[in-house]
Every structure is written in C-alpha cells, then in structure tokens.
C-alpha cells in the first residue's frame, strides 16, 4: 500500500489510542496490509489492554520477526508470557532483550516515535520475576542483587521493594510498557498529508472564446468557426427550444436538426413562420412550429445535466500514420521467431554452419537458417569483448583467442599490469559473478564465454599479499562503505580473500590492496566445502 495510506491510518489508530478507544484503534490497524514492527506493537497493546493476550502474543511474535533486535519487543513479550505461564519462554525473551541492549544501560526509543526508555534493570526486574514464579527465590535474589548494582534514571525504590519481597517469597509483579504509550508517527510526515494549494485557483480575465468560463492549465483548444449563443440563466426566460420530430432542409439558408436536439432561438419569428436558431456552432432557419420551450432549470451541483452552451469540442485528431520502410532489395529478411525457431545464440553465433550433406530442414524453418548464416558470416571469426571496469572499454578478438591472450589484450587497454588482474563473468540468467578459469591452462578460449558474439566480464585488480596466507575467498553480493578507518570497502562482485575470522559476523579480508574486517552477510563463499561458523 502507499505510504501515505499508512501513515494516514497510522495517525487515526494513533489518535484512538489517545481517546481510550481501543477497538477503534484496532480496526485502524488492521487496515494497514503491510504493518510495519511499530504498527505490530501498537496493535499488541491495543490487545493487551482489551485483555486479550494469546492475540497481543501473536502481534508481537510478527514485530519481533519483522525487527529481530527490538529489544522494547522482547521486553513486552516477556511479560506476556509470565502472564500466561509460559515462563521458560518468558526467561528467553528477558535474555534476549538484555543481548539486544548490545550493554547499554538505557535505550531511548523517541527517535522511533516510543516515549519510553527501557532501563536494563528493568529487564532483570522481570527475569526475577520470572525466577519467581518458578520457584527459583535465590536466582532471583542474585538477579535483583545485580540489579541494584544497575546505573539509571527512574529507579526510586523498586529494586529494594523488589528484594524485600522476594526475602518473603512472595511473587513480582512483571514490568510493562504503558499502555498509552505507542509508536507514533513523525509530526512532520503527518502534516504532510493535508494537500496544499500553492498556486491557487484560476480566473479567466479576457477570451477570444465568446462566454468561456474555463480556468486551467491546458493550452487553448481549437476551436470550429461558427456562432455562439450568450449565456443565459436557467432561472430567467430561457431561449432554449427542444425539436419536435426531425427536420430536412428545403431551401437556402435551413438546418437539418434531428428531433429531440437542443436549438438556440436567435431570433424572432419571421413572416413565413420561420425562426433563426443556433446549432452546433451553425446559424439557420427553423420553422417555429416544430419548436417547444426546453427545461434547462439546474439544481446547484448538477453541471453534468447542463444544456450544451453550443460552443463545440475540438475536432477529432487523428494521429499521423506511420511510413512504411521501404526495404532495400539487398537487405536480408527480417525474421519473427516461433517457437520452433530459437533467436539466435552463442551456439549459432560461435559455431561453424553444419556441413552441406547434413539433410534439409523443414521449409518452416528456411528464413531463420537464412538469418543465422548472415549471423555468422558477419561475426563467425571474431567476438566483442566488452569489459567493466572503473569505467567500459571495449575489444574485438578472434574467438579461438585463449583466456591468457584476452587478458594481456586487456591489461594493455586499461594499462595494468597482468598479474593484478582477475577477470570474471556471468552466466546467462544469472546475477553471480565467476571466476574466469583456465587462464593459464591451454586450449581454453574466449569463445566458452562467449554469446551471439558477444562477451561481458568484468575486471578487479588486486595487489599480491605478503606474509599472510588466504584461507579461502569470497565474492561480495552488495556495495559496503566503510564504516570506520579498520573497515574494508568493497563493491558488488569483487573477490574478498578472507585472511581470518573475527566472530561469527565479521571477517578480516583483503581487496583491491586494502586489509580490513567486514560483515560476513554482504559476500559468499564460491567454495562449498569451506567450513562455516556453527551458529551459536
């Protein structure tokens, strides 16, 4: 859905939260078809208010799968689990959301639109109180104890209170977000919804048009020479008349006007009974008896029943049609590929014709045989090389040239020297860069890579390491920018050689001749039996 369809019910539910109308809250809410984490923890506590906790379990379970380290998210559901005795679970999520504190004391979640600060001893405030309700008093008298070891605003007394209570073994309350405390949307997004007028409402001043009461931005319509009735009211006397049945003109000067049209009466009846009218933009003769008065009375707001005020629409325009080629008789005959008739491809395009005693084809499939040799007769020795870089650059070579020949052809173009160099390409359909193999290997040409006579690598160069031994490389799936000096910066296809690992999420690698440490999710490993991290 568009943003601002969310942002709009988003602002609504938000202010039903504000006037305690929780259902009306809710069914804002579900509107949305694509809720965001924020939106999910709204509508939890929306049902933790109306008590229905296994459906506020279930909001919070898809904002927590929709933002994995929302530590306010875990901190919520663990008290819902207390709540319904689920407390190995609820001890889980206390966990968790201490983890995901990354060991801050206090996290503030105004920035996302939360007017609440979660405390990490809050959280080991429910962890006891998990321990609590398992039985477990000296687990939770620890926890408490380290708790009030815990620097942060908004204490008071409620560690001591907490301890005295367990010393009596009697079971802590969980600790909850507010409950009108919600995610909010940003005031600034809000106020952007309510559309603006900036250049104000048009007025006509002067026309050519006899009574044009257009006001707009389109360019002035074309408009059929012709007469053009004044503007009446509806209210005053209208000169308006409706034909009775049909009329042929019979002599000089007469309309031809179908029955039931609309006339304007121009003038006032003449000694032979006729009458000078106005219809679609023509000035004629009418009998008068063939004429009744027509109702053009309108009620305010109805302008799609106004009478036409005999001005016509532009002329109907036909768009120009397009020249047809003329076809030099040396030209070879375009061919439209069936089913049974594949375009033309690395196979047609880098392979010898079949020989002549081969037997004939089907006369269906005579106009593309005669395609694919104009293929390979133009193309047959060669193959366009086209190489990514910095910048493009692009070489023609002959298909049987091998991969160390392509290579020094290249080095030389970008003024490189060969042995920092490292091509790679992409099979067809698919986004993943490979190396380009067999570069010292004989018999291997360029024309394995190649289609419909054409070729795209793409060229890194890297430096020679000295010293450190690589464990295994990896290829990059996105661009990652340095994050700080002992960052490694790479781009989407570049070879990482991975010198150590730092944990299970960050890798030391060297590219391109810098050394830093990265993210192991932006690369993947083209060896499958490297050994991976086992997940903790």
Same mark, same amino acid.
């Given at each position: 859905? @568009?943003?601002?369809?969310? +942002?709009? &019910?988003?602002?609504? !539910?938000?202010?039903?939260?504000? /006037? *305690? $109308?929780?259902?009306?809250?809710?069914?804002?809410?579900?509107?949305?078809?694509?809720?965001?984490?924020?939106?999910?923890?709204?509508?939890?506590?929306?049902? @933790?208010?109306?008590?229905? +906790?296994? &459906?506020?379990?279930? !909001?919070?379970?898809?904002?927590? /799968? *929709? $933002?994995?380290?929302?530590a306010?998210?875990f901190?919520?559901?663990?008290?819902?689990?207390?709540?319904?005795?689920?407390?190995?679970?609820?001890?889980?999520?206390?966990?968790w959301?201490?983890?995901?504190?990354?060991?801050?004391?206090?996290?503030?979640?105004?920035?996302?639109?939360?007017?609440?600060?979660?405390y990490?001893?809050?959280?080991?405030?429910?962890?006891?109180?998990?321990?609590?309700?398992m039985?477990?008093?000296?687990?939770?008298?620890?926890?408490?104890?380290?708790?009030?070891?815990?620097?942060?605003?908004?204490?008071?007394?409620?560690?001591?209170?907490?301890?005295?209570?367990?010393l009596?073994?009697?079971?802590?309350?969980?600790?909850?977000?507010?409950?009108?405390?919600?995610?909010?949307?940003?005031?600034?997004?809000?106020?952007?919804?309510?559309?603006?007028?900036?250049?104000?409402?048009s007025?006509?001043?002067?026309?050519?048009?006899?009574?044009?009461?257009?006001?707009?931005?389109?360019?002035?319509r074309?408009?059929?020479?012709?007469?053009?009735?004044?503007?009446?009211?509806?209210?005053?006397?209208?000169?308006?008349?409706?034909?009775?049945?049909?009329?042929m003109?019979?002599?000089?000067?007469?309309?031809?006007?179908?029955?039931?049209?609309?006339?304007?009466?121009?003038?006032?009846?003449?000694?032979?009974?006729?009458?000078?009218?106005?219809?679609?933009?023509?000035?004629?003769?009418?009998?008068?008896?063939?004429?009744?008065?027509?109702?053009?009375?309108?009620?305010?707001?109805?302008?799609?029943?106004?009478?036409?005020?005999?001005?016509?629409?532009?002329?109907?325009?036909?768009?120009?049609?397009?020249?047809?080629?003329?076809?030099?008789p040396?030209?070879?005959?375009?061919?439209?590929?069936t089913?049974?008739?594949?375009?033309?491809?690395?196979?047609?395009?880098?392979?010898?014709?079949?020989?002549?005693?081969?037997?004939?084809?089907?006369?269906?499939?005579a106009?593309?045989?005669?395609?694919?040799?104009?293929?390979?007769?133009?193309?047959?020795?060669?193959?366009?090389?086209?190489?990514?870089?910095?910048?493009?650059?692009?070489?023609?070579?002959p298909?049987?040239t091998?991969?160390?020949?392509?290579?020094?052809?290249?080095?030389?173009?970008?003024?490189?020297?060969?042995s920092?160099?490292?091509?790679?390409?992409?099979?067809?359909?698919?986004?993943?860069?490979?190396?380009?193999g067999?570069?010292?290997?004989?018999?291997?040409?360029?024309?394995?890579?190649?289609?419909?006579?054409?070729?795209?690598?793409?060229?890194?160069?890297?430096?020679?390491?000295?010293?450190?031994?690589?464990?295994?490389?990896?290829?990059?799936?996105?661009?990652?920018?340095?994050?700080?000096?002992?960052?490694?910066?790479?781009?989407?296809?570049?070879?990482?050689?991975?010198?150590?690992?730092?944990?299970?999420?960050?890798?030391?690698?060297?590219?391109?001749?810098n050394?830093?440490?990265?993210?192991?999710?932006?690369?993947?490993?083209?060896?499958?039996?490297?050994?991976?991290?086992?997940?903790?």
């Open positions: 859905m @568009l943003y601002t369809e969310l +942002l709009r &019910l988003w602002d609504e !539910a938000v202010q039903a939260v504000d /006037a *305690k $109308d929780w259902h009306g809250a809710l069914s804002k809410l579900e509107e949305i078809s694509e809720p965001t984490s924020r939106i999910l923890f709204n509508v939890a506590s929306a049902h @933790l208010v109306l008590g229905q +906790l296994d &459906l506020a379990l279930k !909001a919070l379970d898809l904002a927590i /799968a *929709k $933002d994995e380290r929302l306010v998210g901190f919520q559901r663990a008290a819902v689990m207390m709540q319904i005795d689920r407390l190995e679970e609820a001890l889980s999520d206390c966990i959301a201490q983890k995901h504190m990354r060991g801050n004391m206090v996290i503030d979640y105004r920035q996302l639109g939360l007017r609440f600060k979660l990490s001893w809050q959280v080991l405030y429910n962890a006891a109180a998990v321990y609590c309700r039985g477990q008093w000296e687990q939770a008298k620890e926890i408490l104890l380290t708790a009030s070891q815990e620097r942060g605003g908004s204490r008071g007394g409620n560690i001591e209170v907490a301890l005295d209570s367990v009596r073994e009697e079971v802590l309350a969980p600790l909850l977000v507010p409950e009108d405390v919600v995610f909010r949307p940003r005031k600034q997004d809000v106020e952007q919804l309510q559309q603006r007028d900036f250049l104000g409402k007025k006509v001043i002067t026309s050519m048009i006899p009574n044009d009461d257009f006001g707009g931005f389109e360019p002035l074309l408009q059929k020479p012709g007469f053009y009735e004044p503007k009446v009211d509806g209210a005053q006397d209208s000169r308006y008349m409706r034909m009775r049945i049909p009329y003109a019979r002599g000089p000067g007469q309309l031809t006007v179908p029955g039931g049209a609309t006339v304007f009466l121009f003038g006032e009846e003449d000694r032979d009974g006729m009458a000078t009218v106005i219809y679609d933009g023509q000035r004629g003769l009418l009998p008068i008896s063939l004429l009744e008065p027509a109702d053009v009375k309108m009620s305010k707001g109805k302008k799609e029943n106004r009478v036409p005020s005999g001005i016509p629409l532009p002329p109907g325009l036909k768009p120009p049609t397009r020249p047809e080629a003329q076809h030099s040396a030209a070879p005959p375009r061919v439209r590929f089913s049974d008739t594949p375009p033309p491809s690395y196979t047609t395009a880098t392979h010898a014709p079949l020989a002549a005693s081969e037997p004939p084809k089907d006369p269906a499939n106009a593309s045989d005669q395609h694919d040799g104009v293929v390979q007769g133009a193309e047959v020795g060669s193959v366009v090389v086209k190489v990514h870089y910095t910048y493009t650059v692009a070489l023609s070579v298909l049987d091998p991969y160390h020949e392509v290579k020094e052809r290249i080095a030389q173009k970008l003024g490189q020297p060969v920092q160099l490292r091509l790679r390409y992409k099979q067809h359909g698919s986004r993943v860069l490979i190396p380009l067999g570069e010292v290997e004989p018999g291997r040409t360029v024309q394995e890579v190649a289609e419909a006579g054409r070729a795209t690598l793409w060229c890194q160069t890297e430096d020679p390491l000295a010293n450190r031994p690589i464990l295994y490389q990896m290829v990059a799936l996105y661009d990652y920018n340095a994050q700080g000096t002992e960052d490694l910066e790479f781009s989407e296809g570049d070879t990482i050689d991975i010198l150590g690992e730092v944990n299970e999420e960050w890798l030391e690698g060297h590219c391109a001749g050394i830093g440490i990265f993210p192991s999710c932006f690369a993947y490993s083209e060896n499958a039996n490297i050994t991976q991290s086992p997940e903790l």
